[in-house]
């Protein structure tokens, strides 16, 4: 995918300036939003520009709540009510364009198995409710420099188009929103720094009622020259349903599949809903 960016290439630090400056102008003249002054290939471009990592190995504790209940604390103030039956933690491989595997592990057991290898996929669900969408590490999926790959991985998210434009959000953040005006599902990503900020969309709750998911990246830090979120929440009509901690990352050799390690099943699901069954 070809650039609309000039041959000539303007130092970052100035790119950097100019920027922050035609945010701010942009957002103080219309007051909510208007139209970027970058097109999707450009905005790609930058991204790309931040990209560092090319392997890596990292692991995760993933903490469940319900979203429906809350407690007070002694100040009153409300807090979401976890769910430690259904804490999990999480092995991922990842090469850069090329290969993610990804483990679901609960106490001595698999729990979800996920593996991409080039243009070949495997799925395996080993326990009840759990899919590749609730278990993805979206902000590494989106890492990768194949601006194709970035935009499948965002339209598994649900985005049908990328159109950008700067939004001012209600704290007061300018951020570039990605995706169809009229549409429910975009992402913001942070001018200056590049990097996704939070991805949105609608989904379906098993009784019918439509829920705002917003899947939030926070606390990043910088490893191996690269900027991480060590957090990640998803949460439902503002919610907290699940938060995601990085607990170790490291720089990886070797990415354990080839194409003869495994045999790899089409995997052709696309995201429709996410089961809150909390019950189970």
Avoid at 56 to 77: M, S
Avoid at 127 to 145: I, Q
Wanted: charged fraction near 25%.
């Amino acid at each position: 995918m070809k650039s609309r960016l000039p041959l000539f290439r303007i130092p970052r630090c100035l790119s950097r300036l100019l920027l922050f400056c035609g945010t701010g102008l942009l957002v103080t003249a219309s007051g909510h939003a208007a139209t970027s002054p970058l097109a999707w290939e450009d905005l790609q471009f930058q991204m790309n520009q931040h990209v560092n990592w090319w392997r890596i190995y990292l692991e995760t504790e993933v903490q469940v709540f319900d979203p429906l209940q809350a407690v007070a604390d002694a100040k009153g103030k409300l807090h979401p009510v976890e769910r430690p039956d259904r804490r999990y933690r999480q092995r991922i491989h990842w090469k850069a364009d090329e290969a993610i595997i990804v483990e679901s592990l609960g106490f001595q057991k698999r729990l979800h198995i996920h593996l991409e290898y080039k243009d070949n996929y495997a799925d395996t669900a080993l326990h009840p409710g759990f899919d590749w969408h609730e278990t993805s590490p979206w902000y590494l999926r989106l890492l990768g420099r194949d601006s194709q790959n970035r935009e499948q991985t965002l339209r598994e998210y649900g985005l049908s188009g990328f159109h950008v434009t700067l939004q001012l959000t209600e704290d007061s953040h300018a951020l570039y929103r990605v995706g169809h005006p009229e549409s429910g599902a975009y992402a913001f990503i942070q001018p200056i720094t590049f990097r996704m900020h939070s991805l949105h969309r609608e989904v379906q709750h098993p009784d019918g009622t439509v829920w705002q998911l917003e899947v939030r990246f926070s606390k990043f830090k910088t490893y191996q020259k690269q900027a991480y979120p060590q957090v990640t929440e998803y949460l439902f009509d503002g919610r907290l349903h699940k938060r995601v901690t990085v607990t170790k990352m490291e720089y990886l050799h070797r990415i354990p599949v080839t194409a003869r390690s495994t045999e790899l099943q089409p995997f052709s699901q696309t995201m429709t809903s996410l089961a809150l069954d909390h019950a189970r």
